[in-house]
């Protein structure tokens, strides 16, 4: 069991910055694969990166690598996403989820998701 919610959503510019945080309760994140995703409008849900148990593996999607990195404060009990170089394309609501699965692959199941965050880039 663990609560998720996400902060740190806004407006930027191209080419700017963001970082988002998600910040977990029930258990530590050190316990989960975490992972964030985006839905843009009219578009289905994709995988942006997730990072693994233990030594915390990272993985991205081809379309964010170089330009975002995720990352875990287990101190906090929170995982980030720094967004940087955001382009338009960008532009969609932001997940933080959680999986109890021991890897990260294409059939990793999440468990519990946030409410999501507003990302808008504009041109």
């Known amino acids: 069991q663990v609560q998720l919610v996400e902060s740190g959503g806004g407006l930027v510019q191209a080419g700017g910055s963001l970082r988002l945080s998600c910040a977990a309760s029930?258990?530590?994140?050190?316990?989960?694969?975490m992972g964030w995703f985006r839905q843009a409008p009219g578009k289905e849900r994709e995988f942006v990166a997730a990072i693994s148990r233990g030594v915390g593996t990272t993985y991205y999607a081809d379309a964010v690598k170089g330009r975002f990195t995720i990352s875990r404060d287990n101190a906090k009990n929170t995982v980030f996403l720094q967004m940087n170089r955001l382009k338009p394309e960008d532009t969609a609501v932001y997940y933080c989820?959680?999986?109890?699965?021991?890897?990260?692959?294409?059939?990793?199941?999440?468990?519990?998701w946030g409410q999501g965050t507003q990302v808008t880039v504009s041109s």
């Open positions: 989820a959680a999986s109890g699965s021991l890897w990260v692959n294409a059939n990793t199941k999440y468990d519990y």
């Open positions: 029930g258990r530590t994140t050190s316990s989960y694969i």
